[in-house]
């Protein structure tokens, strides 16, 4: 006799979208679906704005958003049970920073922290490459933004391979694909995080090589932008074909229905700050958020407390 499979209990954290869309933005334009290969330059245009024109109007429903995103959080940290992870990607003046300054700007410091992921440290190399995420993860009730996060190792090592070298890996590792291994160990991860209530949201901020030429020169151009433009950035612009191919392949394999990727065309800022905001507050709206219900023993007690304050007003 065939046995059944076992019902999984708890809510699933996968996403699913809408079929209408008031703003003219359909999500499944910038999500890749699970198991599609993708060409950044066939399948997503930087400049893409989804027919829509109107910036000024754009700045509102961000503004909208960021205050839905705000009464959100509040539930999700009450509620103490799920927690948001929100990881993002790009190339050099993209417009993380930014995104994160907007889209972010009305949630309670108190329950969101900012990581940034940059060259790893010598105790962070004496560990294996996703130890240091594991150390960043939001804990439940919280979110968590990954500026950069783990996928730099499928990334800038796979631009750079002699930066493994430097990673004190044993041979075994280095044996056949390593950056196979590394997205189905990606997956694994990602999917255990979602099991146990944290939702991943991944994004790609997909800037042209022409518009990232444009705010290089603005750097180099405005003596209050030149700390933010190094040699570095310059010399990483050289490589700029081996790295799209380097996201094409890594979103092709971890974009996963517990785990999605989201390209958004980052050419016009306030388009990318209104498609990040909007996948966030919908996807966030998907989880079962409540305010906790005391029992009515704490009913009763706080009711009382509530009569003696009201005569002390």
Not at 163 to 185: H, M, T, V
Not at 242 to 252: G, K, L, P, R
Request: proline letters at 5%; aromatic letters at 8%; one cysteine or more.
């Amino acid at each position: 006799m065939k046995k059944k499979s076992p019902k999984k209990s708890g809510v699933s954290l996968t996403i699913k979208l809408g079929e209408s869309d008031t703003l003219k933005i359909k999500l499944a334009d910038v999500l890749v679906p699970p198991g599609k290969k993708i060409n950044l330059k066939k399948d997503f245009d930087p400049r893409f704005t989804a027919g829509y024109k109107n910036e000024k109007a754009a700045r509102a429903k961000v503004k909208a958003n960021v205050a839905l995103l705000s009464k959100l959080q509040d539930k999700l940290y009450a509620q103490d049970r799920y927690s948001l992870l929100i990881i993002f990607q790009a190339m050099d003046a993209a417009g993380k920073d930014g995104v994160i300054k907007h889209v972010m700007s009305g949630v309670n410091p108190q329950g969101c922290e900012v990581t940034s992921f940059k060259t790893p440290s010598t105790e962070e190399l004496d560990h294996d490459y996703l130890w240091r995420t594991v150390k960043a993860l939001p804990r439940r009730g919280e979110i968590g933004i990954f500026n950069r996060s783990h996928y730099e190792e499928v990334l800038i090592t796979r631009v750079h391979p002699e930066i493994l070298q430097r990673q004190k890996l044993p041979p075994s590792a280095l044996e056949g694909d390593i950056f196979q291994k590394r997205y189905e160990s990606i997956n694994n991860f990602e999917n255990h995080l979602v099991e146990n209530g944290t939702m991943v949201l991944k994004f790609f901020l997909n800037l042209s090589k022409k518009e990232q030429a444009r705010r290089f020169l603005a750097r180099v151009e405005n003596p209050d932008k030149n700390w933010k433009f190094s040699d570095a950035d310059y010399a990483e612009r050289q490589h700029w074909d081996h790295y799209q191919e380097a996201y094409e392949t890594c979103i092709s394999n971890t974009s996963t229905p517990h785990a999605p990727w989201f390209v958004i065309p980052a050419d016009h800022k306030w388009f990318t700050r209104l498609a990040v905001s909007e996948a966030i507050v919908r996807s966030l709206s998907l989880l079962p958020l409540e305010y906790p219900v005391v029992t009515p023993e704490h009913k009763k007690m706080i009711t009382g407390i509530g009569k003696k304050l009201k005569k002390e007003v």
